[in-house]
């Protein structure tokens, strides 16, 4: 029997950020990724932007998210060796002098001059607006395909690319126990999938589908993100990605006819050029009710956890809770009440 401090269910971003989590405080972990299903992380946009909204709200937490972001990644781009982490900026051109005026408006009244500034961009000749705009320095997005690949193979003794078959689990106070493998703890890092795990599903899961197209943009110059309803990041070689749709039906990972139009739309708005799709994709954001993540232990069955919901804003989120659970498991340290699953338990039955 191989004997570990936890075991991880699931190696998409909130898994992957668990273990180096763990790995940093010197936990003995192992992996369960089954390659075969769908995840959100592969196809997510990847942006972390400090201010978001129609009505420039800044994002929750956002001096504590922001100030550990960059260390965290660049530190795992240090350790692997590759680049993922781009803090390339955002810029919010302004359509016109009423919208010029109604953000200028929201950046004094939510006090917003430590993250966003008026400023000219050279936005070239593929889009439609002037210049001049708000632009948040600290905002880019994370290559998540990239980041999860190179951590993949930096943990490659600790990933077993299998389906976790749930009911195959063990428990008592000791701890756990699955197949050949025992452990302290179990921290399930399922996503979208959580919202049918056995032991998690009783928690207010509220997914949100989304998609986003890559493609060709004629003379494509800007190099950081242009958001005007609807988010264009560069790729470099002229290639975009634009996104991303939010939707509560059809919870599945299939591209649709729909999602597809509306993103052409709103790209035609931005830019002045056409959006040349070449490939689309699509996924279910792991989103929760009140929209704050789900993070802690079950109420009875005490070393089974959990840390998922982490919605829209996963690239911001997870390295701040993954730290803190990490330092829960090891130390006993407290979860942010508004992330424990504490706030939950009375809808266990
Ligand atoms: C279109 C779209 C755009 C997005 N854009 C952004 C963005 O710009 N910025 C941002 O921060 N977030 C964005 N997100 C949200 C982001 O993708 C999520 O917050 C985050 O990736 C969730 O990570 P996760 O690890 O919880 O889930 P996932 O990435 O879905 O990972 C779950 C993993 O668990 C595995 N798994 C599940 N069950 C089992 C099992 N029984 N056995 C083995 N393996 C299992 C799956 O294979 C998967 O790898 C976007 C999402 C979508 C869909």
Known sequence: MKKLDVIIVGGGLAGTVLAWHL???????LIFDNPERP???????GLFNPVTGKYLAKTWLVEELFEYLTPFYNNIENQTGSSFFHKIGLHRPFSGQAHKESALAQLDKHDLKDWVSVENKDLGKAFASEGEGLFSENAGYLDLPVFLDASKAFFMNQIREEEFQ??????????????????????FCDGWA????????????NPVKGETLVGKVQDYEANFIVNQGKWIIPLGEGRARLGATYSWHELDFLPSEKARLDLLEAGSKILQVPFQVEEQHAGVRPATKDRRPFVGFHPVHKNLGIFNGLGAKGVSLAPYFGRQLARKIVYGEVIQPEANIERFYTLYS
């Open 166 to 187: 749930i009911k195959e689990l063990l428990w008592d106070e000791a701890g756990v126990q699955y197949k050949d493998v025992s452990a302290s703890k179990i921290i």
């Open 39 to 45: 995840s959100s992380s592969r196809v997510a946009g």
């Open 23 to 29: 790995r940093e405080l010197d936990q003995s972990f």
């Open 194 to 205: 959580g919202t049918g795990n056995a032991y998690f599903s009783w928690l207010p899961f």
